[in-house]
Each structure stands twice: as structure tokens, then as C-alpha cells.
């Protein structure tokens, strides 16, 4: 293939999604697939998210290099986060591929983290590439992690994430998959919680659990299966779970400006392509999100990382 633009090419082999994407200048690319998870299951082993990933990356990533691209870099996902003994097994499936698929093609390889890339991946999708240039508050919502970082630039991995705030127990996108289960929808629940919220019409205040920065969550799964046993709607269980999720994060995201000043905010993270606490932080904040294509594992952010590195983004 002959282009006048260098390719780049991505990898994310999370616990939830087998992903990969093309850059070709401002033309990205992603084809990712799901885990399959049995209904009734709260998400997978790491050695069965290990087994799927390797029967289904070939097939992710086929189409991507059908034409044969000859490759400038390939970015990958290698740990959770950027912290020292972050580790989970699933990602040495997409860094083994990346391995080889590098030094077939004489490619740049560039490791980052599974969060950094999510970051990255809303920011690429917002068309806010700019704040990597400057201090960031980012919130990471997922099934794995509710965290909210200060991102600052880093020469060496393009941002440097240090954690401010957590869950102290559980994670938003398990709250949401547990309440979602409960309920009888797939796993995971997102999707489906999130029609089933849309129908309940009635007002509801929820307070959050906060200890200074951090939130507690546990609260949701207890309060849902009480709703739960007592009768109430659907409709209304699932309204409660996001609800309070999203008073937990505005609880956060208030007392962190507080400490640490005024700066832009973004939210990533697959619970984060939810409309409803899309909304209603985008409206208090101003606060950055990514499409919902880029909110959940994907990708695209180590490819927008890898050119970033490699200064044609």
C-alpha cells in the first residue's frame, strides 16, 4: 500500500471488549467485539477473557490489515493503569500481537495504560486533543474502576494520570451490571439500564456517600435489591441506580475543584456514555465526553497515544 500518511495502528485486549483501530492522519478506524459472558454472569475469569481474546483478535484485526498497511507504529494497551504492579492478563494477548506485528513490519512499538487510553480516546472523539497540552481533571468509569485523576503532560507517556479520587468499595459500571442483572437484562447492563431509566418520569433525590474526595457505591446494590424485594418498577430501580451514581460523581468532581482550582473536566469510561449523567454533568460542568463509540473499551486511544509519540497527531 502506498499512503501518504504514516499508519498507526491500535490494540486493547480489556476484561470486557477484544478492540483494535487504524490511524491514517485524521481517518481512524476500530473494529472491536465483546466478551461473550453466559446470562445470569457478572463478567469473566482472566483466563477465560484471555482464551476469547485470542480466538477473537485474528478476526478483529484482519480487516484492519487487509490492504496490508505498511506500519509506522503500533500502541498498545499493556496494564490497567500506570502504576507500578498494575496487572491483569487479559492485556498481554493484545501486547503479544502488538510484539510481533511491530517487528514484522519494523514498526515503533509504544506501551500505555488500558486508562490512559480511554482518556485519550475521549479526547480524540471530543475533538479536544488540546488539552493534553495543559492540566486536566479526568474521571475513569468503569466496570473495573471509578477513579478520578489529574492528568498533567508527560513527555515520555503524553499524560501522566496521578489518582485524587475513588470508589472506596465498588466500581460504577459494577453497581450498574449488578443492578442490571437483578433485573434480568444481558450483561453488560449499560444499555439496557439505561432505557429501562429513561421511562421512569417521577423526580428523585438521591445523597452521595462521600469520605472527602472519595465515594462509596455499595449503597446502590443494597438500596436496588431492597427496591427490588419490596416491588418496586423496573423503571424506577434502574432510575435509582444512575441517579445515585451520578450524584456520587458530582459529589466528586465538586469537592475536587474545590481543592485543586478550576480546570477543564472530562469523563471516560464505558458507564460514561450514559445520557443521563452525560446530561446532567455536561450542563454543571462543562465537561468533556467522549462519543459513545469511544466511551467503552476501545482502541482508539492507544493509536491516538502511538501518534502522539510519534508527533503526526
Known sequence: ??????????????????????????????????????????????????????????????????DAPALRAVGVSDRPRAQEGSYMPCFTVGLGAARMLATQAGAALHRFSHQAGHIAAALYSAGRLDLLEGKFLAFHVSGGTTEAVLVTPDQEEILHAEIVARSLDLKGGQAVDRAGVLLGLPFPAGPEL???????????????????????????????????????????????????????????????????????????????????????LTEKYGAVFAEPAFSADNAAGAAVLAARKEGVL
Open 1 to 66: 500500500m502506498s499512503s501518504r500518511e504514516p499508519v498507526i495502528l491500535g490494540i486493547d485486549t480489556s476484561n470486557y471488549t477484544t478492540s483494535a483501530a487504524r490511524l491514517e492522519g485524521e481517518n481512524l478506524r476500530q473494529n472491536k467485539k465483546l466478551l461473550p459472558v453466559k446470562p445470569g454472569q457478572l463478567g469473566l475469569r482472566q483466563s477465560d477473557a484471555v482464551f476469547h481474546h485470542v480466538q477473537q483478535l485474528p478476526d478483529i484485526l484482519a480487516p484492519l490489515l487487509e
Open 194 to 280: 439505561e432505557k429501562l431509566a429513561l421511562q421512569w418520569g417521577k423526580p428523585m433525590k438521591v445523597r452521595p456517600v462521600l469520605k472527602g474526595c472519595d465515594c462509596s457505591l455499595s449503597g446502590i446494590e443494597n438500596q436496588c435489591k431492597k427496591l427490588f424485594d419490596q416491588g418496586h418498577p423496573k423503571e424506577e430501580i434502574a432510575r435509582y441506580c444512575l441517579e445515585a451514581l451520578l450524584a456520587a460523581l458530582d459529589g466528586m468532581c465538586g469537592a475536587l475543584l474545590a481543592e485543586y482550582g478550576s480546570m477543564p473536566v472530562l469523563f471516560a469510561g464505558g458507564v460514561m456514555s450514559n445520557s443521563i449523567l452525560r446530561r446532567a
